[in-house]
């Protein structure tokens, strides 16, 4: 934590000024910048269900795709069965 005391006849404004060019130096706003858009790593379990939902969908489009009947419509319709 950062810590800046008023000197004797200080104004206000090069207190502030001091103060946020401390802040600046220690690097404690580019950390929490940085980890503001972090993405957490994802669970085991969500992992797998995860791998298991693509394998599943990769199934029906090949299946369709042999049969010759894969479009963006069909590709809606598998992920909402899928989902359900």
Same mark, same amino acid.
């Given at each position: 934590?950062?810590?800046?005391?008023k000197k004797?006849? &200080?104004?206000?404004?090069?207190?502030?000024?001091?103060?946020?060019?401390?802040?600046?130096?220690?690097?404690?706003?580019?950390?929490?910048? %940085?980890?503001?858009?972090?993405?957490?790593?994802?669970s085991k379990?969500?992992?797998?269900?995860?791998?298991?939902?693509?394998?599943?969908?990769?199934?029906?489009? &090949?299946?369709?795709? %042999?049969?010759?009947?894969?479009?963006? &419509?069909?590709?809606?319709?598998?992920?909402?069965?899928?989902?359900?």
């Amino acid at each position: 934590m950062i810590e800046v005391k008023k000197k004797e006849k &200080e104004t206000n404004e090069s207190l502030i000024r001091r103060f946020s060019r401390r802040v600046q130096q220690s690097g404690i706003l580019m950390n929490a910048r %940085k980890a503001r858009f972090q993405e957490r790593k994802k669970s085991k379990k969500q992992q797998r269900e995860e791998a298991l939902y693509k394998i599943k969908i990769r199934k029906e489009i &090949e299946k369709l795709k %042999k049969l010759d009947k894969f479009d963006e &419509e069909a590709l809606k319709a598998i992920k909402k069965k899928i989902d359900n």
